[in-house]
Every structure is written in C-alpha cells, then in structure tokens.
C-alpha cells in the first residue's frame, strides 16, 4: 500500500498541527500551487504573527514556497504555497 501523502494532505496536516482553521481558496494540484486562508480559531491568543512564523516553519521545512499576507480583510493570513 502507498502511504505518500498528497500535497493537499501534508498541507492540511501542517494547518492540523499548528490549530488553525484555514479554507482552500484556489488549488491547482498539478502545478502544486494553493492559496489558502487561515484564521486563528476563538479563544486563541497566540500573537498573528508568532502563527505565521510557526506555519511558515513547517512549510519551508515541507519544501514549499510560502507568500503571506497578515490581517488580509476578514482574515487573519493569505497565503500561497507552491511546491
């Protein structure tokens, strides 16, 4: 049995492991390119910006590329990610 996770599922286990809520905004898996939103879920205090730093850790060390925008409208991140 193949036990490689897709990309889709190593970005979601990453976004599991640091407790966002996050959305898929736009995805092409062939190119390995998803723009996702992500939020901090009610209740979390952690500074913005000490998430991002966490996700964009997990991300890099994934191998991705990693574009964000902090506090975009209603969101707390913006961010593409391409592998």
């Known amino acids: 049995?193949?036990?490689?996770?897709?990309?889709?599922?190593?970005?979601?286990?990453?976004?599991n492991t640091v407790d966002v809520i996050y959305k898929f905004v736009n995805t092409d898996d062939d190119k390995k390119?998803?723009?996702i939103v992500i939020?901090?879920?009610?209740?979390d205090?952690?500074?913005l910006e000490e998430v991002n730093k966490e996700i964009k850790h997990y991300f890099t060390d994934a191998n991705f590329s990693y574009d964000e925008k902090l506090n975009?409208?209603?969101d707390d991140i913006h961010?593409?990610?391409?592998r």
């Open 1 to 15: 049995m193949d036990m490689e996770m897709t990309e889709r599922q190593l970005i979601q286990e990453i976004l």
């Open 33 to 35: 390119e998803y723009e």
């Open 39 to 43: 939020n901090r879920q009610d209740g």
């Open 45 to 47: 205090h952690r500074p």
């Open 72 to 74: 975009d409208g209603d």
């Open 79 to 82: 961010v593409d990610v391409k």
